[in-house]
C-alpha cells in the first residue's frame, strides 16, 4: 500500500511558478513510477507528467513541455513539480500517483495509487 500526500499548491498569478510536492511512503518511492495529473473543474483527469523510480526517466505531457520539472528526492522520499511560466489553463486540481509500470503510463486506470490532491489556482 502506497501512501501519497500532496503540498504546495496555491494561488498564482499568470506567469508564475510554483512547486508541488508528494511525500510517499519509502516502499512507493523506491519502488513505484510517480506521476502528477491533473484534474479541471468538470474535465477529465489528465496525466502531466511522470518519473522512473531510479529517477532517471521521465515523460511529460505536450501541455507543459519546456514548462514543468518533475524530480524526487531521494533523502526526503519526495517528488517534486516544479511549474513555471503558468498559464490560466494550468488551473486544476493536481494529484499524485504511484504505478508499478513505467513513466509511459499515461492513463488513470493505469496508476494504482493516488494522493487527496492541492489545489492550483492561476489567475489573469
Known amino acids: 500500500q502506497a501512501q501519497l500526500v500532496e503540498s504546495g499548491g496555491g494561488l498564482v498569478q499568470a506567469g508564475g511558478s510554483l512547486r508541488l510536492s508528494c511525500a510517499a511512503s519509502?516502499?512507493?518511492?523506491?519502488?513505484?513510477?510517480m506521476a502528477w495529473f491533473r484534474q479541471a473543474p468538470g474535465k477529465e483527469r489528465d496525466f502531466v507528467a511522470a518519473?522512473?523510480?531510479?529517477?532517471?526517466?521521465?515523460n511529460y505531457a505536450d501541455s507543459v513541455k519546456g514548462r514543468f520539472t518533475i524530480s524526487k528526492d531521494k533523502s526526503k522520499n519526495t517528488v517534486y513539480l516544479q511549474m513555471n511560466s503558468l498559464k490560466p489553463e494550468d488551473t486544476a486540481v493536481y494529484l499524485c500517483a504511484a504505478t508499478s509500470g513505467s513513466p509511459w503510463r499515461v492513463l488513470v486506470p493505469q496508476y494504482d495509487y493516488w494522493g487527496q490532491g492541492t489545489q492550483v489556482t492561476v489567475s489573469s
Open positions: 519509502e516502499r512507493a518511492f523506491r519502488t513505484y513510477t
Open positions: 518519473i522512473s523510480s531510479s529517477g532517471g526517466t521521465t
